[in-house]
């Protein structure tokens, strides 16, 4: 029997990412800038085992956006709190490279995974969102593939930053000369296209040597971005099929790249409803639909193509030929929706609709639940499951009605195995490159870098 476990991460959204999500009666108001609320439900899910929480960000709002976007908690300073509060459970923040620099970028998650004890992750995005240039004193959003370019060297930048001192560079005896070994602390001198840093960063590494790099761009430059060099992707797929094809995709891509299947995980973003039978899980999905006001719809539909107004097109006629509206946002969405728009021959009010409702394949009692995550997970669709939790209450029944089937099963952990995220991921710890090329620099001394010469000449 093979010993691979499902990971689960929750998605702690406050009052939600749907319009109507606030009015769940298990929701508080004020959920989204309540840091007792991040609290009391990362424990929760530390209790049930979960491999991590996950806080989305993007720095751009409009009044039509989420309720959860228009007012909310910073994610690496509330997550810093969730750290004290909690001992085990992964604490995964979302952060832009768009507009940040790697420098900053590497110091507060440094930060992050040292006082969390090797528990901190990054979901790396390039931010889909135009309006967001004005925040930071530029003109237009960067350009999609620029965009892209810059997060790879971004995130290459921050990596070697993480690697500035060797795990033994200071002392821990007091009786020894000096604080630092400076033989153990390495400048970086980077200059590249997007950036110049010179380093040292002036933060050690945590006991799971870097934070984990998850990353949720959908299109090629994402996907591509992700199978070389990121530890774990989310992403959006609603069906079995779409899903196992992204899999196959990006398990693809990272063998191309040089990497093993395994060490990248894939982990679709879902959303939960658990009822008492199959029947009344359905009809909740179905109330929670019906309650969809058309204005919020068409505005939700727009943010995609940067909040795009699709009011000003007849309600009931087809969907508009945008042309390339969407391809510098958030590309693989846009893209989507513009292909299932054309392919179905939708009305406005019809993409409205089916792009806002979700009819999401995880609704049923909790033995159908539990039966559609293994499918997933067995049939190569998914290695875990990042989970939405609206109202506190679903999180609460999927944790007492489908976790308990699941760990039945032997698919979930009963016990954390470890107290790092990446180990508790199954992921290896990497080594500080620096240790590593003086192990190889020893290893091959010159007499054996002459053997090796001598034996390739063969
Ligand atoms: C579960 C999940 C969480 C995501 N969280 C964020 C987020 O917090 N911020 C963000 O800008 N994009 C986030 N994304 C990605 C966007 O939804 C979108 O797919 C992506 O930015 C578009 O990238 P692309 O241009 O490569 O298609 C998330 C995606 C998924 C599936």
Known sequence: MSNRRLRLG???????????????????????????????????????????????????????????????????????????????????????????????????????????????GWNVVTTGLEGAAGNYGREVHFPHEVRYRRAKEHLSVVRALWDSYEDDAFSTDKTSRDFLDPSKQHRLDH?????????????????????????????????????????AI???????????????????????????????????????????????????????????????????LGRPFNYHDFSQYPIDGPFPDLGDLG?????????????????????????????????????GSPTTVANEL??????????GFNIGIGDPNELEKFIQEVVPVLQARGLFRTEYEHDTLRENLGLAIPANRYTEARRAQTQTSPATRHDAHSTAAE
Do not use: C
Request: aromatic share 10%; hydrophobic share 40%.
């Open 10 to 120: 929750a998605i702690l959204q406050g009052v939600g990412m749907t319009p109507e999500g606030w009015k769940q009666p298990g929701v508080p108001t004020n959920a989204s800038i309540n840091i007792d609320w991040y609290k009391k439900n990362a424990k929760r899910a530390e209790d049930a085992k979960f491999d991590f929480v996950f806080i989305v960000d993007s720095p751009y709002i409009t009044p039509d956006s989420a309720p959860h976007f228009l007012n909310r908690l910073e994610p690496l300073t509330l997550l810093s709190a969730v750290a004290g509060a909690t001992t085990h459970i992964g604490l995964v923040a979302t952060l832009t490279t768009s507009y940040n620099e790697p420098f900053n970028v590497a110091r507060a998650f440094a930060s992050l995974d040292l006082i969390s004890n090797g528990r901190a």
């Open 191 to 231: 200059r590249g296209e997007f950036f110049n840093v010179a380093g040292p960063l002036n933060i050690s590494r945590s006991k799971q040597g870097h934070p984990v790099i998850f990353q949720a761009g959908g299109s090629e430059d994402g996907r591509s971005l992700a199978a070389e060099s990121a530890d």
């Open 234 to 300: 989310f992403t959006g797929q609603e069906t079995f099929e779409e899903a196992q094809a992204f899999y196959r995709d990006i398990k693809t891509r990272a063998v191309q790249a040089g990497r093993r299947p395994d060490d990248i995980l894939i982990f679709p973003g879902i959303s939960v409803i658990v009822g008492s039978s199959d029947e009344q899980a359905q009809a909740t999905q179905a109330a929670r639909n019906g309650q969809l006001d058309l204005k919020k719809a068409l505005a939700q």
């Open 327 to 363: 391809s510098n946002g958030y590309r693989s969405h846009a893209e989507r929706i513009k292909r299932i728009a054309r392919e179905e021959k939708l009305t406005v009010r019809e993409a409205a609709i089916r792009f806002t409702v979700r009819n999401s394949p995880f609704v």
């Open 374 to 383: 293994q499918r997933w997970f067995e049939a190569g669709a998914a290695d």
